[in-house]
């Protein structure tokens, strides 16, 4: 059994690196061909991920939309829906969200050792609450779920997600999706932040392919060294 999943980061930004604006109406940055794209990519993974913030912001559902790759899935022997997976250190969730209630796909809440039982307690029978360190380690997490039958993780965010991620060596390929708009909004959530890394640490990616989306640019990396830590 593998140690971990494949791991899959997903995100979409403007071209000055913000995920969204300041504004309390979401900024949809990707267009209707890339969001289908999207839908594609989720079909094919076990599970997808978000930190609590993107609940609470953007409150997602992160379900398969188009019933032939949900249909595909269950001729493979899969549910329609990826297992819906989050992370949070302080338990800040709201029961009533969407992650929580849209959808016949499980849902895991992955939280500090010390956090399991109130976040059990806040949350009932809406998520498996799942201990994962103390403070909360990725690692931990990724094991926890190969363990549970994942082989490919899909991460969308939010920022702080993707930069815990990246900065731990733990992400095997990315999809970038850069979209026409200039944010430049220095309080807006940008797609990465600053991560303390080793020195030695190598952050070069290999680009596997690059593709135009409308008027969207796809930028597709490979990791190759994510595994060798």
């Known amino acids: 059994m593998a140690s971990r999943p494949h791991v ?7 071209i000055d690196g913000f995920l969204d604006d300041s504004a309390q109406r979401r900024l949809v940055l990707s267009n209707a061909a890339d969001l289908e794209r999207v839908d594609e990519v989720r079909a094919g993974v076990d599970a997808i991920l978000v930190g609590a913030n993107t609940i609470r912001r953007d409150d997602p559902r992160l379900l398969v939309r188009s019933e032939r790759h949900r249909a595909a899935r269950v001729r493979s022997g899969r549910p329609p829906n990826p297992l819906r997976v989050t992370l949070t250190g302080s338990g800040d969730l709201d029961p009533t969200a969407r992650f929580f209630t849209v959808g016949d796909s499980d849902r895991l809440v992955y939280v500090p050792n010390g956090q399991v ?14 201990a994962a360190g103390d403070p909360l380690d990725l690692e ?24 815990r991620f990246l900065a731990a060596g733990l992400v095997d ?3 970038l999706v850069v979209a026409p708009f200039f944010v ?3 309080t807006a959530p940008r797609f990465v932040g600053p991560a303390a890394f080793p020195q030695d640490a190598a952050h070069r990616m290999s680009l596997v392919e690059t593709r135009s989306i409308g008027d969207c640019a796809l930028l597709h990396y490979r990791i190759d060294d994510a595994r060798s830590g």
């Open 8 to 14: 899959l980061a997903s995100a979409a930004c403007s």
């Open 117 to 130: 039982r109130t976040v059990e307690a806040r949350l009932g029978t809406a998520a498996r609450v799942v």
């Open 140 to 163: 931990v997490l990724l094991t926890d779920l190969a363990d549970r039958g994942v082989r490919r993780l899909m991460v969308e965010g939010g920022g702080g997600v993707h930069t």
């Open 173 to 175: 390929e990315l999809h």
């Open 184 to 186: 430049g909004d220095p």
